[in-house]
Every structure is written in structure tokens, then in C-alpha cells.
């Protein structure tokens, strides 16, 4: 294939996955709001799971991730990256579609302004040589480490009383660490695989081990996801797309021996890229509802199932609404006016 046609389909594969990950947030979002929280939080995994809606998100899913990889087989990463980042721009008005509502011009600034934050950061990023894959002790520290921060920010110690939205923003931040990691570690389980992992050559339980590390902050990190969409879809999404190359390039500057592009201009770039897409998740989050309603009239009134299964899991991932309570007839009265069940007192006599 000529590098034209090559370049031609990794933008369209970088499409494809962009508009994978925005459906997928989008239905995850609305499942969010359609199931209502526990106070205690028991039963929520095994509802959720029971939930069709939510496979199909996960489907998508994995989708974007499969074409986001075909997309960087066939293109350069300066490439395909930006253009990942169209997944927000897709989300926002799939998300205020399926709301019926419009998106707010401060909603757009603000995915504006984590859009260009996000290239910028994408941009500096990459190594200017290809990095080693962590060695087996290496990684067992990153995921201690990541484990641990997860757990302070699902928790909330970090984040006060800022309501539905700072919790989400909260989830949101561990859920892109979470990917950032996964994608590390399968950097690492590749290089195991190959015989190449820095060290002693690993042994099957030490590859099987990183295998289960990586299902496990896959696995956490779509969990998290779902919580974070609670507080809404514009501004937890950003954050994710935001902490996950940024997990992924502490990992590498810190441990890899990587640096970020031309050197001491690209972490000038780097802190003011940072600095222009935290004020669009700020815009995000004050520019839409904190949590799409989910059209249920619409839903009931039409009297049958969505055309696909992607329609349902974005038009209709919300309950029946209960039934109104029937109305209790009247009490059936007498000719004298008092109720049937009561007794007629008897006339008194003289």
C-alpha cells in the first residue's frame, strides 16, 4: 500500500474509532442516569451487568479500540492521536441529540478549549525514541502505586463535598489512569511474550500475572467510567481522554527514560497545553445539566422496541416509568346517603 492510501485509512480508522468511543460514552452515559444509585451500593455491579444496554457499551468499546489500532498500523502516531481526540467533539451533540436539548455555546467553547489542550499535549508527548517496556518488578510497583491512587480518588477523600459533578470529575481521573496503566502494562505483556522484557527472562505465572494486572485496570477503568457519567457526559469524558495520555507519559518520562519533544520548549508546551484544556473541563462542566435526562415519555409513547440495538442503548436505556396508582371507586351510598358498609341506625322509639 502507498503511503497515501496508507494515510488515507489510518484518518478513516481514527474516525471510525472516535466515533466508537463518543457512542459508547454516549449509552453509558444514559445508563448512568437511568439507574438509580443504592445507598449502599450492593447489587450495582451484578445490575449493571444484567443490563443489555451495558454490553453494547462495551462493545463499542472495544470497537473504537480495535480501529484505533488498525488506524496506527497504517498511520504515524502524530496522526492518529489528534485525531482520538475528535472524540469529544463527537460525543457533545450525540449526547445533547439523544437529551433532546441543544448544546450550549459554553458547552462548545469548552470542548473547544479541551480539544486544543488535548492535541497540545498529544503533540509533546511522544517519545523522540522508542522507550523499553518496564521489567517485571517495575510494573508490579506501577500497579501498587495506581491501585492505591485509584482507590483515594473513587473514595473522595481528594475531591470534598463538590457535589454529583466533583464526583464525577473524581471518577473520571482514576478511570484514565486506569487506561493509561492498562495500555503500559500491555506494552510490557508484549514484550514478555516476545522474550524481550527487560531483566531475567519471565517465567508463565509472571506473563500470566501481567495478563490479569491488565484485565483487571481495563476493567476498573471502564467501571469508572460508568460511575464518573453520573455527574454528566462532556466533562467526565474530557477528563478521561485527558488523565489517560498523561498517566501513560508520566509512566514513560518517569520510568521509561522518555522525554517530551524539543526538549525543555516541549514542557513549556506541555504545562500550557495543561493549563488551556483544565479551562475547558471548567466550561464543561458549568455549560450543560449535570446529568442528561433521559426522554422516557418518548420512549413509552412509541410502544416498541428501537430499530437496533445501538438505538436502544442510546434512546432507550431507562426503565419503564411506574405505573400511576389506580383510583379507588367511592363508596357505593344508600338511598338515606350514608356509605352501603355502614349500618342505618335504627329509628329511636318514644
Not at 488515507?8 to 481514527?14: H, K, P, T
Not at 459508547?24 to 438509580?36: E, F, N, T, Y
Amino acid at each position: 500500500m502507498n503511503p497515501a492510501a496508507g494515510t488515507a485509512l489510518a484518518v478513516l480508522l481514527s474516525l471510525v474509532s472516535a466515533a466508537g468511543y463518543a457512542l459508547a460514552a454516549v449509552a453509558q452515559s444514559r445508563l448512568a442516569a437511568a439507574s438509580p444509585a443504592a445507598p449502599d451500593g450492593r447489587g450495582a455491579l451484578r445490575a449493571l451487568l444484567a443490563r443489555g444496554q451495558w454490553w453494547w457499551a462495551v462493545g463499542l468499546n472495544a470497537a473504537g479500540a480495535l480501529a484505533h489500532v488498525a488506524a496506527l498500523h497504517y498511520g504515524p502516531l502524530t496522526l492518529v492521536q489528534p485525531l482520538g481526540a475528535l472524540t469529544l467533539v463527537a460525543a457533545l451533540p450525540l449526547g445533547a441529540y439523544c437529551a433532546r436539548r441543544r448544546v450550549t455555546r459554553t458547552e462548545w467553547r469548552g470542548a473547544l478549549w479541551t480539544l486544543g489542550g488535548l492535541v497540545g499535549l498529544v503533540a509533546v508527548t511522544g517519545p523522540t525514541a522508542p522507550g523499553e517496556a518496564l521489567s517485571l518488578r517495575e510494573s508490579l510497583i506501577v500497579a501498587a502505586s495506581t491501585a492505591f491512587l485509584i482507590a483515594v480518588l473513587a473514595s473522595g477523600r481528594l475531591r470534598g463535598s463538590g457535589g454529583p459533578a466533583a464526583r464525577g470529575l473524581g471518577h473520571a481521573t482514576a478511570s484514565g489512569i486506569a487506561s493509561g496503566v492498562a495500555s503500559a502494562l500491555t506494552q510490557t505483556l508484549t514484550a514478555a511474550l516476545a522474550l524481550d522484557l527487560p531483566g531475567a527472562e519471565p517465567t508463565w505465572w509472571q506473563t500470566a500475572l501481567l495478563a490479569v494486572l491488565i484485565s483487571a485496570f481495563a476493567s476498573g477503568g471502564l467501571l469508572l467510567s460508568q460511575a464518573a457519567y453520573r455527574g454528566g457526559l462532556a466533562a467526565p469524558l474530557a477528563v478521561v481522554n485527558l488523565s489517560n495520555p498523561a498517566a501513560a507519559a508520566v509512566i514513560g518520562v518517569a520510568l521509561l527514560g522518555e522525554t517530551f519533544r524539543a526538549g525543555a520548549w516541549g514542557w513549556l508546551v506541555a504545562a500550557g497545553a495543561s493549563l488551556v484544556a483544565a479551562r475547558g473541563v471548567v466550561l464543561l462542566t458549568k455549560g450543560g445539566p449535570a446529568a442528561e435526562p433521559v426522554p422516557a415519555a418518548a420512549t413509552a409513547a412509541s410502544g416498541s422496541a428501537p430499530a437496533s440495538p445501538v438505538g436502544e442503548a442510546l434512546l432507550s436505556a431507562v426503565p419503564a416509568p411506574p405505573a400511576a396508582p389506580e383510583a379507588r371507586p367511592a363508596p357505593r351510598t344508600t338511598g338515606l346517603g350514608s356509605p352501603e358498609s355502614e349500618p342505618v341506625p335504627a329509628p329511636v322509639a318514644g
